[in-house]
């Protein structure tokens, strides 16, 4: 069945940065008409489809609305629906791991945050760490091997990009606040590849309305260290 050329959409999500910023970036390169929406929660909870946020709307001039959860499933779409994942599956499988690799990496940040003990905190940590250095080892590998032109496969913003740029977003200015010293953990470790690519995602013209209201990844993670007294 096909759907209305035009839709508008509505996001809903907390007024933070997290799980949503994938969307929200695919939403904004996509150059569609879309909103935010913060529900009063937990008021309205039972409201949302599986009682979780993100949940994407989208409204069609007949009054039909398409409405999906779960921040993976609404990226995806979003993608596929306004082209920035290849079509052929063996090459947008290439491109999906990826975002599921960055999914694991932070429950696995969220995990050692929540620990109940100390012995539990540094054993979620240490999984953490390793898990980020693997997954840093695996995008710089996949730029050097795409030309290291700041994107992740081909030539243009893909979902690829948009998701890898929205994971350090998340880790490094959404997360700030949860555990003080993840910038400090986290900046030594990018490669040049990856902080040119998060670079090239910040100045792409598709994404210019949305960087100009939105904090930059660059600006932290390219900011020099401040000497300790």
Not at 91 to 107: C, H, K, V
Not at 130 to 144: A, F, H, M, R, S
Not at 173 to 187: E, H, L, T, W
Request: hydrophobic share 40%; charged share 25%; glycine share 4%.
């Amino acid at each position: 069945m096909e759907t209305n050329k035009n839709p508008q959409y509505i996001l809903r999500y907390f007024d933070r940065i997290g799980v949503a910023e994938g969307s929200k970036l695919l939403l904004s390169a996509a150059n569609v008409e879309w909103t935010e929406e913060h529900p009063e929660w937990p008021q309205e909870k039972p409201n949302q489809p599986f009682g979780r946020m993100p949940v994407l709307i989208e409204k069609h001039v007949d009054d039909t609305d398409f409405v999906i959860c779960e921040s993976g499933n609404i990226e995806r779409y979003l993608a596929r629906a306004y082209g920035f994942i290849p079509s052929d599956i063996r090459q947008a499988a290439f491109q999906e791991q990826l975002r599921d690799q960055a999914s694991d990496m932070f429950a696995a940040f969220i995990s050692q945050l929540v620990a109940k003990s100390e012995e539990d905190r540094r054993e979620n940590f240490a999984k953490f760490d390793g898990l980020l250095d693997k997954l840093v080892e695996v995008q710089t590998k996949q730029i050097n091997a795409n030309g290291n032109n700041g994107h992740l496969f081909g030539d243009k913003l893909s979902y690829a990009d948009i998701v890898t740029y929205a994971f350090y977003k998340i880790i490094v200015v959404g997360m700030v606040k949860r555990q003080a010293n993840i910038v400090d953990i986290v900046k030594p470790k990018l490669t040049p590849q990856l902080i040119k690519l998060i670079t090239a995602v910040e100045a792409n013209p598709l994404l210019s309305s949305y960087m100009t209201r939105s904090d930059s990844v660059a600006a932290v993670v390219t900011k020099p260290t401040s000497a300790r007294l």
